[in-house]
């Protein structure tokens, strides 16, 4: 069992940054893929990011592809998502969620946390 708990949300301008946190609790966290997906009012649940279990091999959806940056420390069992030249596209809820193998689809995620409103207003 893995309990996640997203942090960092809230209201940014456009061209912002903001760093979303993803903590952990449980001594397993080293043993999961972590990822990001958000989810626009309306719109279905998508991918953003993933990282693997040592932190040295990420992928990131084409549309956040070279604006955020998923990282992790295992020291801490914390994820984080930087993500830099905000968008107003950008608005949505963000969640994170771990899972025992490397994927972009939100069904082969075990874990998920609760959320975390991200609003860029432009």
């Known amino acids: 069992q893995v309990q996640l708990v997203e942090s960092g949300g809230g209201l940014v301008q456009a061209g912002g940054s903001r760093r979303l946190s993803c903590a952990a609790a449980?001594?397993?966290?080293?043993?999961?893929?972590m990822g990001w997906f958000r989810q626009a009012p309306g719109k279905e649940r998508e991918f953003v990011s993933t990282i693997n279990r040592n932190g040295l091999n990420t992928y990131y959806a084409d549309s956040v592809k070279g604006r955020f940056a998923i990282t992790r420390d295992n020291s801490k069992n914390t994820a984080y998502l930087q993500m830099n030249s905000l968008k107003p596209e950008d608005t949505a809820v963000y969640y994170c969620a771990a899972a025992l193998s490397y994927s972009s689809d939100p069904r082969d995620y075990d874990y998920w946390g609760q959320g975390t409103q991200v609003t860029v207003s432009s």
């Open positions: 449980g001594r397993t966290f080293s043993l999961y893929y």
